[in-house]
């Protein structure tokens, strides 16, 4: 299974999880007194849109390269995890809102039940936020990671929800509110994950250099290749789920033009079988001294 079908597959497992959430959650929001329970129904309702907004991104970064797009469509990624960072902001501004305006309106206490349907997404959430990461990891996309994101943020709500609605029922009469300060509190949690997940994004669009390890990996192959006797420069941009390469690689001065040429081919061909994600490799022959 290729990294594309790995990550569609993963975001309708995003999709279905959120949805049967936001349902769960709105219900017993509605019926057990409690906001913050309806403020974790609200962001799981923006987690689906944000991941068929991560499904679409998919689907269009799969088309193949073209005369005006030589290097793919993969940088529609970090623009659509740009989106992705937006609803999870749209999620924090009316979570904190409908809790500022919750706090000064009287209400009755949570149900008592209520904290069993959180603990049962507590788990639910984390599970998925492991299930997501691992597969944003093995595809490298950051889009996928974001959405990852959004199930953690999506169970410190709740965790935060749980510890407001067990202080609204032990001291019950007086700390109705607790709930509602619990999903306050939540949404700035959001707020700061947002920026978390914004700042590779960015990186990523600007062609930032942050591969560090994948520079250190490419010099070490390339010198296992017959003729290449080091590397000079390597820059690295991503696109997508793919690394795009320029590596300048020393060969012996005496050689031909024709060898080096030769040895150039060897060395892309022999990156692009050992590192599956890289994408375009471009060799410049550089000679030893």
Same mark, same amino acid.
């Given at each position: 299974?290729?990294?594309?079908?790995?990550?569609?597959?993963t975001?309708?497992?995003?999709?279905?999880g959120?949805?049967?959430?936001?349902?769960?959650?709105?219900? &017993?929001?509605?019926?057990?007194?409690?906001?913050?329970?309806?403020?974790?129904?609200?962001?799981?309702?923006?987690?689906?849109?944000?991941?068929?907004?991560?499904l679409?991104?998919?689907?269009?970064?799969?088309?193949?390269?073209?005369?005006?797009?030589?290097?793919?469509?993969?940088?529609?990624?970090?623009?659509?995890? *740009?989106?992705?960072?937006?609803?999870?902001?749209?999620?924090?501004?009316?979570?904190?809102?409908?809790?500022?305006?919750?706090i000064?309106?009287?209400?009755?206490?949570?149900?008592?039940?209520t904290l069993?349907?959180?603990?049962?997404i507590?788990?639910?959430?984390?599970?998925?936020?492991?299930?997501?990461?691992?597969?944003?990891?093995?595809?490298?996309?950051?889009?996928?990671?974001?959405?990852?994101?959004h199930h953690?943020?999506?169970?410190?709500?709740?965790?935060?929800?749980?510890?407001?609605?067990?202080?609204?029922?032990?001291?019950?009469?007086?700390?109705?509110?607790?709930?509602?300060?619990?999903?306050?509190? &939540?949404? &700035? *949690?959001?707020?700061?994950?947002?920026?978390?997940?914004?700042?590779p994004?960015?990186?990523?669009v600007?062609?930032?250099?942050?591969?560090?390890?994948?520079?250190?990996?490419i010099?070490?192959?390339?010198?296992?290749?017959?003729?290449?006797?080091?590397?000079?420069?390597?820059?690295?941009?991503?696109?997508?789920?793919?690394?795009?390469?320029?590596?300048?690689?020393?060969?012996?001065?005496?050689?031909?033009?024709?060898?080096?040429?030769?040895?150039?081919?060897?060395?892309?061909?022999?990156?692009?079988?050992?590192i599956p994600?890289?994408?375009?490799?471009?060799?410049?022959?550089?000679?030893?001294?």
């Amino acid at each position: 299974m290729t990294n594309e079908q790995t990550a569609i597959r993963t975001t309708y497992f995003s999709i279905i999880g959120n949805t049967a959430l936001a349902l769960i959650k709105g219900f &017993a929001g509605f019926f057990g007194n409690s906001y913050a329970l309806i403020a974790d129904a609200i962001e799981s309702t923006t987690d689906i849109f944000a991941s068929f907004l991560v499904l679409v991104g998919f689907k269009y970064a799969k088309r193949p390269a073209d005369e005006n797009h030589p290097y793919g469509h993969g940088k529609i990624e970090p623009l659509i995890t *740009f989106g992705v960072v937006a609803f999870l902001v749209f999620s924090a501004t009316i979570i904190a809102y409908e809790s500022i305006q919750n706090i000064q309106t009287p209400h009755k206490v949570p149900k008592a039940w209520t904290l069993i349907v959180l603990g049962v997404i507590i788990i639910w959430k984390e599970i998925s936020f492991q299930i997501v990461l691992k597969k944003s990891k093995q595809t490298k996309s950051s889009s996928l990671k974001a959405d990852a994101w959004h199930h953690r943020s999506d169970a410190i709500t709740s965790v935060m929800a749980f510890i407001g609605i067990s202080i609204a029922i032990i001291f019950g009469k007086g700390y109705e509110t607790a709930d509602d300060w619990a999903a306050l509190f &939540a949404s &700035a *949690f959001i707020l700061y994950n947002s920026y978390l997940i914004l700042r590779p994004a960015l990186g990523e669009v600007m062609d930032e250099q942050l591969y560090d390890d994948l520079i250190v990996e490419i010099r070490t192959k390339s010198t296992q290749v017959k003729g290449v006797l080091g590397t000079e420069k390597c820059f690295i941009r991503k696109s997508g789920m793919k690394f795009h390469v320029d590596l300048h690689a020393i060969v012996n001065s005496e050689i031909s033009v024709k060898a080096g040429h030769g040895i150039s081919h060897k060395l892309k061909d022999y990156l692009r079988t050992e590192i599956p994600n890289l994408g375009h490799v471009l060799i410049h022959i550089e000679p030893n001294k």
